[in-house]
């Protein structure tokens, strides 16, 4: 199963809305299709986002009509900024075209270039995250209850996962690992797609909502918390979806250590602190009606965060491909 | 807007689960129909519950075919063990149908006692609510941000509500309140009841994920939260909607008061702590499905406790129809 592909003329891409009921590729054959598959979450999670955005400007490379050099990145210009305007939190698609246009600027031949960086930024991922998941099993043993929140598996990389990847490694050395889901509201990226990434690597996995993590800590044994990331500050403070800031609190009062696993690229060396962190909020849409269904009445507000902070004090340790850093956090950059 | 009401010869309920989109009303012609309508949370609220039972086996009475007393008692006896299967957890229905039932017994006209008596546990919910509200109101403050879970409204008493009923009446009162509604899955009590309450009574009213309670609490400027209860032990230790505890944990995290307005029927003077309460375990289905469409793949397990409970160190004070409660609780029971 793969979740993101580049081809001759276009990027395919598996429709994660769908899932699990539907297994469905879709076709983006322009940067503005890419764009709004992106922003309605048919592809997610921070790692892929990156993939996703380095395709999206192969494939402006590849159907650029323009002549000359400064032409074809004039029109990497412009689907730069569009993709940009995608997704405010997820650091690793601003570094991921940011790659792909450098090579392309210090080229002479700007399309061949943005192609072979962004096939680059895709195989590094791939490489990145196996070496990720073979740090982290490490930290887990035989008989672990962890519980998990959104998804940071195979469906948000290029490879099996950060955090799910991490899981996944273990339970192949042989480890006994049984999963707790949250649900994870409002888009249910945890019931939907982690779940679904469990059941297919054979992994016992049981879906709660994301009021139930507190009380599965308590009386069903968690005894270790991992999630993804999509921006890390230079503190080690760490946004990811919305709800891992009470899950850190939850886990720090029942004593269970509470891990992040990410790439480096997720690390922002623009951000000190999680102050510094820019928060999406998205339309009331997403929790005012569901499957076309209203659960909020008309005149009720919504507030609509996609990710919150979870301060540095709260994360046990950050695991990365170069290694797990522990607090005080210093990545070094 | 009524819950409840008991007619001449049916309990007519505002079926809630229809709502905000729709208000209808059905009606219950024995004790069966009542009992499902209980099982499938039409009517809900542990102080409704009582009420609701109390009706039930006033139905009972009104339609027993049996000719002496015998016969009438051993129709109401039936009816109780069936009403009192339906939910385990909220002690309310357990206490109202004894009382109800101790009536009838003691009487030599067991039909009318027993009606008598359910007339009366409704008439004394009213009544204690409004004792309730009055002495909730004084520990709100102007300006206050509250944030609140499930919906311990009128939608879930007899009155305007234990939780709801205090944040009423400190409006009333002429205190600018603002009110964050947890969503409460699985199944939305807080978007689709407390919301609709709220904007009933002119309370500015935000509904977020449930996973978004910690955010609000650090970002937004909640200055207490309030809750009811479905059942409270003798220590203080409450039983409430799942996720109660997680909130009640990050209320301490961030030094905000956590309060729980409940009647003293919801105290269960035969659990001495929460150890002793036993907590409802509903269907899959419930988080399986959302409105028929399948979010959890077939393989994937699901765990979903209705309730859980928080321990009384959580909690800065029990307000109820008798005064405010403060640890180290003794309820004089």
Redesign the interface.
């Known amino acids: 199963m793969e979740t993101i592909i580049l081809k001759e003329d276009c990027v395919v891409l598996l429709d994660q809305t769908l899932l ?2 539907r297994l469905e590729y879709v076709e983006c054959r322009d940067v503005e299709s890419l764009a709004e598959a992106i922003m309605s979450l048919r592809v997610r999670g921070a790692p892929a986002l990156g993939v996703a955005g380095a395709f999206g400007l192969a494939l402006a490379a590849m159907h650029s009509k323009g002549v000359g050099r400064r032409e074809v990145l004039s029109d990497l210009e412009a689907a730069c900024a569009r993709l940009k305007s995608t997704r405010p939190t997820a650091v690793n698609l601003f570094t991921a075209v940011k790659v792909v246009m450098d090579a392309a600027r210090a080229s002479d031949d700007p399309r061949a270039a943005a192609v072979d960086a962004a096939k680059r930024v895709f195989e590094e991922d791939v490489s990145m995250n196996k070496r990720l998941e073979k740090i982290g099993a490490e930290l887990f043993d035989d008989g672990d209850v962890v519980l998990t929140h959104c998804n940071a598996g195979s469906l948000a990389t290029s490879g099996r996962g950060s955090a799910l990847g991490v899981i996944k490694e273990a339970a192949r050395q042989g480890k006994n690992l049984t999963v ?7 888009l ?1 990226q945890g ?2 797609l982690t ?2 990434e ?2 297919d690597a054979k992994i ?13 800590m ?1 009386n ?1 044994g968690v005894s270790k918390v991992i999630v993804g990331a999509d921006r890390i500050a230079l503190n080690g403070d760490t946004a990811n979806k ?2 891992t ?2 899950l850190a ?2 886990a720090k ?1 029942h004593d269970i250590p509470f891990y992040v696993a990410a790439p480096t690229s997720t690390i922002d060396s623009q951000s000190r602190s999680g102050g510094d962190i820019e928060i999406e909020f998205r339309s009331r849409g997403e ?2 009606f ?2 076309n ?5 008309r ?5 609509n ?1 996609a990710f ?1 902070v979870t301060p540095a004090e709260f994360i046990s340790g950050i695991i990365t491909e170069k290694g797990v850093f522990y607090a005080p956090f210093d990545f070094g950059l």
């Open positions: 699990p009921e707790f889901a949250d649900e994870t509201r409002p249910l019931a939907r779940s679904f469990m059941v016992p996995v049981t879906v709660i909502t994301d009021s139930m993590a507190g009380f599965v308590k069903r919305i709800g800031y009470g609190i939850l009062a929790i005012e569901f499957n269904v209203r659960i909020v009445p005149e009720a507000d919504v507030l965060p919150d």
